[in-house]
């Protein structure tokens, strides 16, 4: 194997060999000031000076060495981002595997597969590559490390290639069982390591033919610390996930390809939820962890950006074309983000959106399930800003039972009247492809459970494509809405959609003798934002108005729970014409739903407001992870209440003012003519009043509000949550608008949120100490 020297962690470029002699005739200069915990070196080792010429014979007067023992390895794999290569380690049960894997392929020819991180990643250990089993990754290097080396600026060790590392193993072996040290290997590249003791190994580069232009020579002789064993260096092994999976989630993004200020992807952000979900199921879980009630949430991304803007569409060309040169930067930006919700209100390219954000998941469920055929759990899905929105559409516009058809078997095959595959080839002029369809044993009812990427990859252009799959649809739709749109109401149990003509217009009440879905007659149109009604039953339109008319793909299960994250749903759901959700809707397959949001998130809409129009409802306050609101909000609250216990103490006085004068004797008041009885009257009406007022103030903190049912989108729970905005973020809303709207990745209270959702479903409770 080739060790590139920047890419691989190998030994540094090289020039003429150095000699032995020299490095120690002059320890100012070679010996490293580097004083890391486990070198124990004396501090006249340390602080190097010309009067300690004897820095390395004090090491050798230490007690003599344990017998060898062989290095334990442990397996690492190369991480690269930005010209900036890592090397992380796997958790200790992984490099178990990995290492009896080694082990037992020996010079076997076939390789040897282990699944490692939650079986979302498979190692071919003969070939040391590692690759990403549910999303596009390129594969990265594993490596067996047993000796690592860290620079002078380095912040962490870096691992030798597996041959310079069996050199060095081999030479500490001699240097131990012989008792003889200052050992010296070479390498071809003129650099060199010295086992001067077994405490104080060091790796020297050439100074000869070093650019004096670069560095000063005291630094072009600096040496690297060099470590055996991964036990005697600073690096955090990562614990081991639990094999059991509880529950699995995919989480779909939003606009544009990167999802936080980081500018990472999606694959990232959801890694970095997974080990925060990971993290709080140890810390609030523990008890139900170790009694085995409690494994652990998987959380998969679903990337539909790529798809969106990739060569199938053309869609990057097409803009690329029409854009202007100037700030070219910000018109980047522009084109590949913000012009992402422009091209979901398009119907060409919404379907393309849909059908993607559907597939994947199906297609990532199925692989799961291949993976994990222990795995009976339940199954939620999370969006992101508009990927909130698209996973809103899809389960509007999902069906139950017998009503599915894509993605869930159906009990009846689709029949597509009696055209043949050649003769709708034929009607659509294209029966070049016919020798193509037909080598894949497709007729039309295969045809009908086609998708776009199933034609893409039997090498069908993107035009043709379009045609079979909106004509196949339009057939679909002209024979499924006349004998299954009406059991659709009838099992929601709502009256029958609007009517609305050909000019948009509404007609208002119930239609008149015409109940079909005006959906099936435009499919092929341009744009058709007519709706229909899938469960609100309202006069001024259901929860799908203002839809773009596509053909809404179905998933392969039923979510137990939507997770909304920086959500617009209300906002666009607003803007379609939609002034209010009918309290007893709720999705077809899907029967909780939850709208997560900061209070600086400058996206995120409420939903609350449209369901219960006649109370005004506070959203509800996400607890800390910690168990109690952050301090600037307890500080905010203590204020509040004392401002109320001053109120109700005066209001309490004033009172007591009242009722002492109401109790004077009645001979020293005067007489009372009955002209005065309205003046009487109006005292005691006072009186009353401001102990009312009094009363009410007083008992109003310590009565409970009644708990209000706002419709069934989350079963009559509560929808709207709120996180705790840091303390920081308190000072300038406006300046932690854009972060907080990409906050939610990393949010362990949101994570938190959701793990509770899920085990409360699960019969586990929180444990009482973090609540």
């Known amino acids: 194997m080739s060790h590139s020297p920047g890419e691989e962690g190998g030994l540094s470029q090289a020039a003429p060999k150095v000699n032995t002699r020299d490095l120690f005739d002059n320890p100012t200069e070679t010996v490293a000031t580097e004083n890391t915990p486990e070198d124990q070196v004396s501090p006249a080792v340390d602080e190097a000076s010309p009067s300690s010429t004897s820095s390395f014979e004090m090491l050798d007067t230490e007690s003599a060495p344990a017998p060898y023992q062989e290095v334990q390895p ?34 076997r020819e076939d390789d040897v597969v282990i699944a490692v991180e939650g079986e979302r990643y498979d190692v071919r250990v003969k070939e040391r590559k590692r690759y990403a089993v549910y999303w596009e990754q390129g594969p990265t290097e594993v490596r067996r490390c047993s000796w690592f080396y860290k620079g002078d600026k380095d912040t962490r060790f870096m691992p030798y290639p597996e041959d310079v590392s069996k050199r060095l193993e081999d030479a500490y072996m001699i240097a131990v069982t012989l008792d003889e040290w200052k050992r010296k290997v070479e390498f071809p590249n003129g650099e060199s390591v010295i086992l001067h003791n077994p405490k104080l190994i060091m790796q020297y580069q050439p100074i000869g033919l070093q650019d004096e232009w670069v560095s000063s020579p005291s630094e072009q002789g600096r040496p690297r610390t060099v470590k055996r064993g991964v036990n005697n260096i600073s690096v955090e092994i990562p614990d081991g996930e639990p094999e059991k999976v509880d529950h699995l989630v995919f989480m779909v993004h939003g606009i544009g390809p990167a999802c936080d200020l980081r500018f990472r992807s999606i694959i990232q952000c959801v890694n970095d939820f997974r080990s925060a979900s990971l993290s709080l199921l140890a810390s609030h879980y ?8 409690v494994g652990r949430v998987e959380f998969l991304p679903v990337n539909w950006h790529s798809a969106l803007h990739g060569d199938a569409t053309g869609v990057d060309e097409d803009i690329q074309r029409i854009t202007l040169p100037s700030i070219s930067r910000l018109r980047h930006f522009t084109n590949d983000t913000l012009l992402d919700l422009f091209f979901y209100n398009s119907p060409t390219y919404c379907q393309t959106i849909v059908d993607t954000v559907a597939s994947e998941i199906n297609t990532l469920h199925a692989l799961f399930k291949q993976r994990h055929s222990e795995f009976n759990g339940a199954v939620s899905v999370v969006g992101h800003s508009l990927g909130s929105l698209i996973l809103f559409d899809l389960l509007t516009n999902q069906r139950t039972g017998s009503e599915a058809r894509e993605g869930v078997p159906s009990g009846e095959p689709l029949h597509l009247n009696c055209d043949t595959l050649q003769q709708t080839l034929t009607r659509l002029g294209l029966q070049q492809y016919l020798d193509t369809l037909q080598a894949e044993n ?54 029958p959609p609007l009517n609305s003509d050909h000019d948009g217009n509404q007609s208002s009440g119930f239609p008149m003798q015409q109940s079909q879905f005006h959906r099936a007659q435009s499919v092929t149109s341009a744009v058709d934002y007519e709706y229909f009604d899938v469960g609100i039953g309202q006069t001024n339109g259901g929860i799908a108005k203002g839809q773009v008319s596509i053909d809404y793909p179905q998933l392969a299960f039923h979510p137990q729970t939507f997770f909304a994250f920086g959500s617009p749903i209300g906002m666009f759901l607003t803007v379609r014409g939609l002034k209010h959700i009918d309290p ?31 109370v005004d409802l506070e959203p509800m306050l996400i607890p800390h992870h910690k168990g109690r609101k952050r301090m600037h909000l307890e500080l905010k609250d203590s204020l509040t209440r004392m401002s109320m216990d001053l109120k109700n103490n ?46 009410s103030s007083v008992s109003a903190e310590q009565t409970e509000q009644p708990e209000i049912k706002v419709g069934m989108l989350n079963g009559g729970r509560r929808i709207d949550y709120v996180l705790q905005e840091k303390p920081i973020e308190s000072f300038n809303e406006y300046l932690f608008a854009i972060q907080s709207h990409l906050c939610y990745w990393e949010s362990e209270d949101t994570a938190l949120l959701l793990l509770k959702e899920i085990y409360d479903k699960l019969g586990v409770a929180i444990e009482q100490s973090h609540q």
């Open 286 to 293: 523990k008890r139900a962890q170790q009694d085995g009630e």
């Open 650 to 695: 005066v209001l309490g006085s004033l009172r007591t003012a009242w009722q002492s004068f109401s109790r004077l004797p009645v001979a020293a008041l005067p007489p009372v003519d009955e002209g005065d009885t309205t003046i009487e009257r109006d005292l005691q009406e006072t009186q009353a009043g401001v102990c009312d007022e009094a009363e």
């Open 584 to 614: 007893n809707y709720t999705f077809p397959t899907c029967k909780s739903f939850y709208n997560i949001y900061h209070p600086y998130d400058p996206v995120a809409y409420r939903l609350e407001p449209m369901i219960v129009t006649e």
């Open 74 to 107: 442990h397996w690492f794999f190369c991480r690269r981002a930005d010209d900036n290569t890592s090397w992380l380690p796997f958790s200790r049960e992984d490099s178990n595997k990995l290492e009896k894997a080694c082990h037992a392929v020996g010079d």
């Open 442 to 495: 497709l007729d039309m009812e295969s045809l009908a459970l086609c998708q776009d990427s199933d034609l893409k990859d039997l090498g069908i252009p993107l035009g043709p494509r379009k045609k079979i799959l909106n004509y196949v649809r339009k057939k679909w739709l002209s024979e499924d809405f006349k004998t299954g749109a009406v059991h659709l109401l009838e099992g929601l149990q709502v009256p």
